[in-house]
């Protein structure tokens, strides 16, 4: 082999080497317009074990079924306000996703809106979902899954286990209509990444046009990338499916600290850094102890007994140990050096803010 062809050989061999930490395509970024689309619908639940609505207190129940039996033919006199026990209100909602058929089977979710205890052993009557333009693109109807269940007593008390008063039922709803789409109008695809990035944008447009070819991909901003696609649809999928086999090597996310608030957590991301500084933690704890002394006189004198209120107040500072920072100090000396010290997750949000005040912490602060 010459010269010439090695050289050849080895460029082309570089050009599909994988890198470290190479990420697919197809988990960072998806296809502009391929979505999913929400339908939300409202129905009645029966069969319920005396579950149901107070009918009342949920008059829209009652009104529901009579408008559903005056569809059969049955026809409830006005001054007859009936009391039903076994039927419940409720929301039906489903995720219709991209490219569904008439035909295909989806699931749902139902919840309840009134005041219906328990969903379990009831049957979702024949229900439309409609989605935001109004256009019904699904029917929903089936026995409900429910994990939760509810147990009261007479005496009012009551034991629950998760939630009761909502339920799924696996492929319940039935697909009626298809969503429109462009999919093959234009040509070219754009693919978003799920999280903005110029890095990433910028080595997503290098990736593909090393593997087809000189300015086929090009860069609109951090989130999108647009790709030049055959407008032929069965094309255009082979097409894609080798852009989502592409693997490239993601930007490194920014420096964060992410602290919950409400559970204490603390995530620390591994680009977080800090600059040299010294941290002094200790606790204070201080513990009052109330009681009463019982002052008695002797036996024969006319003095009287007294109670005397005492009061214990104790101080105990802990040992407020002294650690240091260096300068580019990574997450594993962070929490090795916290550890150290035995900082709780509360202690260590105050630290963090501490060093994010003094200017010492090289990295964004959230608080969730």
Known sequence: ????????????????????????????????????????????????????????????????IRNMLAKFGVTIPANVNPQLKNVAAVTVRADLPAFSKPGQTIDITVDSIGNATSLRGGSLLMTPLRGIDGEVYAIGQGSLVVSGFGVQGKDGSRV?????????????????????SNFASEPYVT????????????????GINKMLGPDTARAVDAVSVRVQAPTDASQRISY???????????????????????????????????????????????????RND???????????????????????????????????????????????????????????????EAGALRAELIVI
């Open 1 to 64: 082999m010459n010269l010439t062809k090695l050289l050849t050989s080895l460029t082309i061999a570089a050009m599909f080497v994988v890198p470290a930490h190479a990420e697919r395509v197809k988990d960072l970024a998806s296809v502009a317009g391929v979505r999913g689309n929400q339908l939300v619908g409202y129905g009645l639940v029966v069969g319920l074990d005396g579950t149901g609505d107070q009918t009342s207190q949920a008059p829209f129940t009652i009104q529901s």
């Open 160 to 180: 629950s286990l998760n939630v009761p008063s909502s339920g799924r039922v696996p492929n319940g709803a039935s697909v009626e209509r298809s969503v429109p």
């Open 191 to 206: 693919l978003n990444l799920n999280t903005p990035d110029f890095t990433t944008a910028a080595r997503l447009t290098d």
């Open 294 to 356: 019982v002052s008695q006189p002797n036996a024969f004198s006319d003095g009287q007994t007294v109670v005397t209120p005492r009061s214990d107040i104790k101080v105990d500072q802990g040992a407020a140990r002294m650690f240091v920072f260096n300068a580019g100090v990574n997450l594993d000396e962070i929490v090795r050096a916290v550890n150290q010290v035995g900082a709780a997750p509360g202690d260590l949000v105050a630290i963090l803010e501490a060093l994010k």
């Open 240 to 290: 894609l499916s080798t852009l989502e086999a592409i693997e490239i090597q993601p930007g490194e996310a920014p420096a964060r600290v992410i602290v919950n608030s409400r559970t204490g957590t603390v995530v620390i991301g591994s680009a977080v850094r800090v600059t040299p500084a010294a941290v002094a933690h200790g606790s204070l704890s201080v513990t009052i102890t109330e």
